[in-house]
Structure formats: structure tokens, C-alpha cells
């Protein structure tokens, strides 16, 4: 009886050991993720260019605007997160057309949010991280820095 109440104990401890380990990946990902974002609003606002992200299967990617279409910006590393379980989506708050601009075919990456040199970005919306089973939001504040909430 005092061994299964010692593996138990132990088990207990372990597991939220785990839990702790878990979350704090998370946190630590989710200020990874607004801090790569506010890097790319900075960048936009610095250089006077027009960039986006594109949210896709590999992550977060950078873009730029040049001569009518979006390319990737190879110097920025994609975001992706420490796990590959994350399932990343941005939410408009208004009605926005699905073609930003610059796209002549389905394949050419189209970003989800721009960034401009008046340090904007378009549209307003926030984006929705799923991760785990926990839902977390990043979004602009009211002092134009991404935040993130659960």
C-alpha cells in the first residue's frame, strides 16, 4: 500500500512537472510570435516599405511589395513556433477582399496582414492561435505593440 501510494505521489508530481513545462513553452512562444511581429511592424515603418505576413503551413512567412507582387524576404526567418502543433489564423474585423493585391495566380503567396511605413498595418483583426487545446489571441494595442491574450 506505502509503494502505490509513493508511485502515485510520484506520478502526481510528474505530471505536473509536464504541465508546467508545457505552458510555459507556450507563453514562451506566444512573446516569440509578438515579438517577431513587432519586428516586422518596425521594419516597415524604418525602411518607409511595404511588407506582410503570410500565414500558411510553414509558419509565419515574411513578405515585401515589389514591383507588383509579394516575394519573400529571405534575411527574415519564418516563425513556426517550437512545436509544429500550433494551428495559426488570422481574423479580420471587417469584410476583407481575398485578393490583396499583386497576385496573378493562386500560387503566389498573398499576405494576411500588411504592414505599412506609417506603422498601420491592414487589415484590423487579430490573429488566432490554437495550440494544444488552449486558444491564445495577438493582437495591436491601444499603444500600436502586439499583445497577446488567452
Known sequence: MVVVIIVSLLLSFGYVGFSQLLGR???????????????????????????????????????????GIWIRVLDQQAWSGSSADYELEFEATEIVAQDISGAEDAQELQPSIVFLPDGSHWPDGSIRVDYDGQTSWIAVDEQGQFAWTD
Open 25 to 67: 513553452r507556450s507563453s514562451e512562444d506566444m512573446e516569440s510570435l509578438q515579438h517577431w511581429l513587432q519586428r516586422a511592424s518596425d521594419r516597415a515603418q524604418l525602411e518607409g516599405a511595404v511588407y506582410g505576413v503570410h500565414i500558411g503551413d510553414q509558419g509565419l512567412l515574411f513578405l515585401t511589395y515589389r514591383q
